[in-house]
């Protein structure tokens, strides 16, 4: 429980938290919207899979990050950053991003 407290006391954090409440990203999308190094950036996303807070996934050279669903710190992390100005519009960008993303997933003939 200290891991989680500790993991959402970061602003920078909250906003990661934000942007993959959603839709999965690798840790460069992730870094781009950040101006601060990709090895803090980095420091950031291993606290919150410690935490327990996302889950990551190495696809060939990147690895893709996505929040943990149906945790009891998910759950109380989307209220406040939907009524958050910040979070808000980052939760409401994400969300999108995964509904265009399953658009396109549609749109492609079966293989």
Not at 58 to 67: D, H, T
Not at 80 to 96: F, K, L, M, T, Y
Request: net charge positive.
């Amino acid at each position: 429980m200290q891991m989680i407290f500790e993991a959402l006391s970061s602003p920078v954090r909250r906003k990661i938290l934000a942007y993959v409440a959603h839709h999965e990203m690798n840790a460069g999308d992730i870094a781009a919207r950040f101006d601060m190094s990709k090895p803090s950036i980095s420091q950031h996303l291993q606290l919150l899979e410690h935490a327990g807070l996302v889950a990551s996934e190495k696809r060939g050279k990147f690895v893709y990050y996505k929040q943990v669903p149906d945790t009891l710190a998910s759950t109380l992390t989307g209220f406040v950053q939907d009524v958050c100005p910040i979070g808000g519009p980052i939760r409401r960008e994400s969300a999108e991003l995964a509904r265009k993303a399953k658009a396109g997933e549609a749109d492609k003939p079966a293989e």
